[in-house]
């Protein structure tokens, strides 16, 4: 399985627009410089953000943007959802498309405990987590920098 690009690029300007250092917005341009992501590209990420009711504009039209809930209360499955919808890692677990071996295939079985875990454990890690992951990780890197001065 692999994670594409807009999941990873969605995740990293939420965690980017999360940051305590802008609760007052962040303009799409900050973070596509921040973050390397192509501004075209970012334009894309930010709609499928804003339609998912994940972020909103700070003032309307550019306008910077902010969480447009806690970051506690948004999961790394909601995120992924913004982008995917359910997660499925093979198509005879996807709800949507039943398998007609389902009741007797072992592998099928499998692909559907690994789903079912993985939802869980994307569940359980809220964007606030990351946040603070972040957060340490940038302190972290400035300690290391001070260091070599």
């Known amino acids: 399985m692999k994670v594409n690009t807009k999941i990873r690029y969605g995740l990293r300007t939420l965690i980017e627009i999360g940051m305590p250092t802008n609760q007052n917005g962040i303009l799409q341009k900050e973070i596509a410089e921040r973050q390397r992501i192509p501004l075209k590209y970012l334009d894309k990420i930010v709609s499928e953000l804003k339609a998912a ?15 447009a809930r ?3 209360k948004i ?7 913004a982008f995917e ?4 890692l093979v198509q005879c677990v996807n709800d949507q ?7 007797f ?8 405990q690994l789903n079912t875990e993985m939802e869980a454990i994307m569940v ?8 603070d992951e972040q957060i340490h990780l940038n302190e ?10």
């Open 53 to 67: 009711n994940l972020i909103v504009n700070v003032a309307g039209k550019r306008s910077g943007y902010l969480l």
């Open 70 to 72: 806690p970051a506690h």
């Open 75 to 81: 999961s790394v499955y909601t995120i992924y959802q």
């Open 85 to 88: 919808g359910h997660l499925a």
């Open 97 to 103: 498309v039943p398998c007609s071996r389902c009741d």
């Open 105 to 112: 295939c072992a592998s099928q079985l499998f692909w559907s």
């Open 124 to 131: 359980g890690k809220s964007l606030q987590s990351l946040i």
């Open 140 to 149: 972290q890197a400035l300690k290391e920098v001070d260091f070599q001065i």
